[in-house]
């Protein structure tokens, strides 16, 4: 009887900060800071978690970089709901591998070492079932922590605190269900009290979750008093600088931070103490949803010296890593650049070798096939250290997928070759084909050929820059009117990384033929076109846009628009992309790249520069099967 009157007992006048600085004990597994907690340890952290305890507001946001303890920040915020104000408590992570990750290291650490939590979760080696791996209840609630790519959990009970870590991880769809996050919080709709939180690092621009619901928040931002001139500022990258050798190179343990008004630098410890005595400050109207920006400059457990390490690997890197830099250092999205080249520049590009021939920096080859109606086109690419690449062949079979002699012509290109620079004949390392288009046709030729030279690939939606291929899949295959039962293995592609890839490696600046001459090489990725492309291949190549796009739900995604209706050429060179990812370019040591010089008689004058073939004799060149309806 009094348990239950206390949980009926209206919460004290206590706010989560409050309650995480009485109440909170880190956890040596979980922290690198085990013990009492202190607030005060990241000041900004103090209003982010006082918000949740803000009756006015429904919705917190916060959009931020790694690093900044918005992980505890979540935990303190359900552990003071067990504790002071019960309620049903829903957590949403990106998978649900996520979801019992988060349970077993996170969320249980907390709850042993809080002495307060304790006694209110079962313990979980008992067998009354309150307490599972994803679902723990405790007097007066509970706690569900499901994946958002499970829509039966994101569906199935009545939730009043709502906490969705992680956003933009989220698949664009719960099964066929829609948006996750909409569907999480129709669960909140029959409490007046509810309230929601959403967090996550930002990714794309315009196809952000977590920078959609920022923008419409009251968008607070943390500011910061110069310990000099005491004028408050809002800490950006920019401000951040050191200094350099007399040999040019760069000396990032002298980072500080200077003062945007009065120029005083700041060390480490001096930033440090002036983000203690920040404060939040909104730049719009507050509606229900406060919001809350931070990047990495802020946090008490990052040096600055660390961050220009990390920024200088990135520039180096390129834009996939700068990507990473930006959204996970800066908590910034990234714009994805997926504006078209220009079709008529790339004429003054094009270089000169024989058709069919391999130029001398092409190492191996890999094919990508589209699949018509009344044909199948096929572009074969070279490719070389730093994946460059050169387009050595493109052909039009003829057909279509239901004629038979089409498929055979296929299957003869596939032991076709090209002649390299060496001298030596190459194969196509691996065909990576469309099944876009009559798939069973597809997945019936490739089992006659062999799936080691040949994978069917479906394009996906979305960017993976991590792992733009996935599988094999092994998936059901109908051939000759017969179902087969794991009969096809098939390949995922995120055909937007790919197309970005392309787009971004054309805009690139190239050595002048002056320049080339003097030793200069190019960069890598760059991709070499023949003189023997027409301006119809190029008006393909080039034949779509990235936008931005709203669905009915309001959601803005990027998509890639036509901007032709032909874009074989671009298709081809995304799935020959893919084939290389699959062949394994992309994780290839320096001894597999030099074996393959040593092979072909190849020397090579840097990881990306430009080629020579040692003397050898030229095979004759074989007489080529296709060729094109329209480039000769």
Known sequence: MVKALAVLKPPPDLTISDWAD??????SEASAEPGQWRTSRAEYQRGIMDAISDPAAETVVIMSSSQIGKSEAILNMVGFHIDHDPAPIMVVMPTERDAETWSKDRFSPMARDTPCLQDKIANPKSRDGNNKILHKRFPGGHLT????????????RPIRLLLCDEVDRYPFSAGAEGDPVNLARKRTVTFWNRKIVLVSTPTNKGASRIEAAFEESDQRRFWVPCPECGHDQILTWPQVK??????????PDTARYHCVDCDAAWRDETRWAAVSKGHWVAEQPFAGTAGFHLNEIYSPWVR???????FLSARAGGDDMMKTFINTSLGETWMESGEAPDWQRLQGQKEEWAPGTVPAGGLFLTAGADVQKDRIEVDVWAWGRGLQSWLIDHVVIEGGPGDPACWQKLSEFLGQTWQHASGQQLTIAKLAI???YETSAVYAW????????????????????????????FVDATIGGKRLRRGARLWSVATSTFKAETYRFLRQDRPTPEEITAGAEFSAGTVHLPNWTDSEWLKQLTAEQLVTVKNKRGFAKLEWQKLRER???????????????IAGADRWSEARWAELERQLAVEARGPAGEASVKPTSRASARR???RSSYMG
């Not at 009485?22 to 956890?27: A, D, E, G, K, V």
């Not at 050191?242 to 000396?251: A, F, I, P, T, V």
């Not at 062999?450 to 960017?463: C, N, R, T």
């Not at 874009?567 to 990812?581: G, M, T």
């Open 22 to 27: 009485q109440n909170r004990r880190l956890s």
């Open 446 to 473: 490739a089992r006659q050929v062999g799936f080691g030279q040949v994978a069917p690939v479906k394009g996906l939606e979305g960017f993976n820059r991590a792992s733009p291929v996935t599988g094999p899949t």
């Open 145 to 156: 922590i499901v994946g958002a790519n499970a829509p039966s959990g994101l569906a199935s």
């Open 242 to 251: 050191w200094d350099k050798g007399e040999d040019g190179r760069h000396k």
């Open 304 to 310: 600055l010296a660390a961050m220009v390490k990390t």
């Open 567 to 581: 874009n074989e050429a671009l298709d081809c060179r995304v799935y020959a992309r893919a084939a290389a990812w």
């Open 624 to 626: 080529r099967m296709m």
């Open 434 to 436: 469309d099944t876009g």
